[in-house]
């Protein structure tokens, strides 16, 4: 059988703006292209080419977006069919059944540009994907690639919520729904992490519906809480209170400003074996709460939701996360561990920690840094990319000076 050439369209880059790609950068901004071949629709395929002429990949185009290519191969000559979708599918999920604990049926299976598939994220819930849609290029591709999870994963079910800024950035409108399979309506997800009891709540949860990317996380607080006193700060569904709970934390309060995610918080502990007296859920302001609070405590874990939503919420963004951070201090025993973390993809890694330290200057204290944290191995990205790491966390010992 003949090998056949393909023929994709070509985009042509202006003078000097190849070098980003070439050391394994999966965007191109709209700036760098010099023009492309024909008229050529959102999430169509095409192939880059510099300003001499040699071909570097191929990648989703949409001229919509700022991002006006998203890096697929560096094979010009791949075919992108069913084939090509599901071996991409099959390679992520791979790497997941080797580092995926045993006794743990919940991960991240596909992280988008960290696992080679642009604007896809799956999540793994014991038999059931949640998916989320966020590129044109993919929307385009959503049966083909709909079609290798089922073939390499064979789920009960897969949801879909394709919804957020993301989405809309890309002129797609959003969408959720069953897509393949089902579940009884209204039922939540039973799922282990490292052995503890969990449900997700798929439809009506924030993101997917549980924060998988915390799960090492988790664990280390687990490994560090027996004996102490700890603050879960925008607790959510518990998860991280129950880690503390089984490590062997004296008392592990939780506060959230949402019933619902309180009423899943005082589930867990409970599920799990954990008294909700001896590790009360307060429903509560987070800010307000700190601020009229004179507990103090061994431990604080603060994980709130993003404050940057765009790169404009920037400077807003960084007083609220040195205002939690500084009220957070003022709470901790001379000496205490603080778990700090940020989840907005538009504050780096040295602003966040530029922020903690004004903190602390603030309030007179000093900050030794335990150890940097961040999303578990299941949620994977390019050192060439580290915006896709959008989780930032800090483990510090907090004491006076």
């Not at 560096?74 to 599901?86: I, K, L, N, P, S």
């Not at 099959?90 to 080797?98: G, Q």
């Not at 290798?148 to 879909?160: K, N, Q, W």
């Not at 089902?182 to 993101?207: A, H, M, T, W």
Request: aromatic share 8%.
């Amino acid at each position: 059988m003949l090998f056949m050439k393909m023929n994709y369209p070509r985009l042509y880059l202006k003078p000097g703006r190849e070098k980003a790609l070439l050391h394994g950068h999966p965007w191109l901004f709209s700036g760098a292209v010099a023009s492309v071949e024909g008229k050529r629709a959102p999430g169509d395929i095409v192939a880059v080419t510099d300003a001499g002429g040699r071909s570097l990949g191929l990648g989703f185009f949409n001229s919509r977006s700022d991002i006006i290519f998203r890096f697929l191969t560096a094979d010009v000559d791949t075919r992108c069919d069913a084939h090509f979708w599901r071996e991409r599918v099959r390679f992520a999920e791979a790497l997941r059944r080797r580092i995926l604990p045993p006794d743990t049926t919940a991960c991240r299976l596909i992280n988008a540009e960290g696992d080679g598939l642009p604007g896809l994220i799956v999540d793994r819930y014991d038999d059931v994907l949640v998916c989320s849609i966020a590129t044109a290029g993919m929307e385009k591709n959503r049966t083909a690639v709909l079609d290798a999870l089922t073939g390499v994963c064979s789920p009960r079910g897969i949801y879909e919520r394709s919804e957020g800024r993301a989405r809309r950035l890309e002129g797609l409108e959003e969408r959720s729904g069953w897509i393949y399979g089902s579940c009884e309506e209204g039922k939540r997800i039973p799922v282990r992490e490292n052995g503890l009891y969990f449900e997700v709540d798929i439809v009506g949860g924030q993101k997917t519906g549980f924060f998988l990317d915390q799960r090492s996380n988790r664990k280390g607080v687990a490994g560090l809480s027996r004996g102490m006193t700890l603050l879960n700060c925008f607790s959510y569904s518990g998860a991280f209170s129950v880690y503390a709970a089984r490590g062997g934390a004296e008392r592990v309060v939780s506060v959230d400003v949402s019933e619902g995610a309180n009423d899943m918080a005082r589930f867990h502990l409970k599920k799990n074996g954990f008294s909700t007296e001896r590790h009360p859920v307060i429903r509560a302001d987070v800010f307000s709460w700190l601020r009229e609070t004179e507990e103090v405590f061994d431990g604080i874990i603060l994980d709130p939701p993003a404050f940057a939503k765009s790169r404009k919420d920037i400077a807003r963004s960084a007083r609220g996360y040195k205002d939690i951070n500084l009220q957070a201090m003022k709470h901790l025993q001379n000496g205490g561990l603080l778990w700090t973390f940020s989840c907005s993809s538009f504050m780096d890694e040295a602003l966040f920690q530029k922020v903690v330290l004004g903190a602390a200057c603030d309030t007179g204290k000093s900050v030794q840094l335990l150890k940097i944290l961040g999303p578990g191995p299941d949620h994977p990205t390019s050192l060439a990319h580290m915006e896709g790491r959008y989780l930032k966390g800090l483990l510090l010992r907090v004491s006076d000076r």
